[in-house]
């Protein structure tokens, strides 16, 4: 049986491990990473895929982006599930369970980087995001969009900055490796 449930602050080696098998050590260079990176997630937007055992085999965050000009929106990713649990569903379940809590929390949009066969099922299209750019090397045709508010991204244009809450004293250059156990000791504080 499979759960999907609110990441726990110690699961951060178990979900670090788990993208570095999926995506390898190069996902560090990515733009959306960039975004990403020294921030903490939006609250109550980071999930996990358990196994009845407790095992993760599944992850998915979102983070608050500015969408172009004071524009909020959520930044979906990244989206994970373990290479002996694929083509199950799960990435489907992850998908559907974060959009619900973002949907029920107000958030108005989620942009996304990834392919559009795929996460068209759950509402996203390239047209709500074409005059939005990534603030680095992206590939144009993966930039995607969903609007829980109709109107949400219209006549948005710019560029997808950061935004949310940052990891106290996070340094400016880190590979993600300090503020990943930043992260845990905050959410432990808390």
């Known amino acids: 049986m499979i759960r999907i449930v609110s990441e726990a602050p110690a699961e951060a ?6 993208l ?11 733009t959306s990473e960039r975004l990403r990176r020294n921030r903490l ?27 172009g000009e004071n524009r909020a929106a959520l930044l979906l990713g990244p989206l994970a599930v373990h290479p002996s649990h694929q083509k199950r569903g799960i990435g489907s379940l992850l998908m559907r369970e974060a959009l619900a809590r973002a949907a029920a929390l107000g958030h108005r949009a989620v942009i996304l980087v990834g392919d ?13 995001a074409e005059n939005l750019h990534m603030p680095g090397p992206f590939e144009r045709h993966r930039l995607l969009a969903r609007e829980f508010v109709p109107g949400a991204l219209a006549n948005a244009h710019g560029i997808i900055r950061a935004a ?20 845990s000791r ?5």
């Open 164 to 183: 949310g809450e940052t990891i106290p004293h996070a340094p400016k250059t880190s590979t993600g490796i300090a503020a990943r156990s930043l992260t």
């Open 13 to 18: 080696g178990a979900r670090e491990a788990l």
């Open 116 to 128: 559009e066969p795929y996460y068209r099922r759950f509402g996203f299209a390239r047209e709500l």
């Open 20 to 30: 570095d098998l999926a995506f390898g050590k190069a996902r560090h260079r990515k």
């Open 41 to 67: 997630p939006a609250e109550g937007l980071s999930l996990s895929a358990k196994l009845g055992n407790g095992r993760i085999i599944g992850t998915l965050r979102l983070w608050h982006v500015s969408a």
């Open 186 to 190: 905050v959410r432990r504080a808390s």
